[in-house]
């Protein structure tokens, strides 16, 4: 069975990458796992999903008719933790969310986005949200 990753944010990025996740799952007759990750500042994390928005993403995928793993997780590294799900459930794609940033923004802060495509044993799809 084809396994789809989506690094997902509670957010205009993460729901673009969470709708291409599950039409890829859909195309593909695959599973979804939906891993929402901080690098421990989940009281300041604006994209670490609380447990009202989990609630009511798992209640939104229930509908749609495909197998999905909800997986939250604190670590160093955001990139670093999506890859680690990804590679636990040997997944065919990891489906990510992209944001503008700034050349400075890059320097100083580094890019998840970066390390997921640059680090993925499998496929990568960068998706941005519609304007």
Known sequence: MTTIVVGWTPDEFG??????????ATLRGGRLVVV???RGDALV??????D?????LTADLAGRGVEVDVRRSMGADVGDQVLSVAEDVSA???VIGLRRRSPVGKLLMG???????????CAVLAVKPPN
Do not use: F, H, K, P
């Not at 994390?45 to 609380?50: G, I, L």
């Open 15 to 24: 729901e673009a990458a969470l709708a291409r996740g599950v039409e890829e």
């Open 36 to 38: 929402n990750a901080t």
């Open 45 to 50: 994390d604006e994209r670490y999903a609380d």
């Open 52 to 56: 009202d928005q989990l609630s009511r």
């Open 92 to 94: 065919d794609l990891v």
């Open 111 to 121: 890019s998840v986005a970066q390390r997921i495509l640059l680090g993925a044993e």
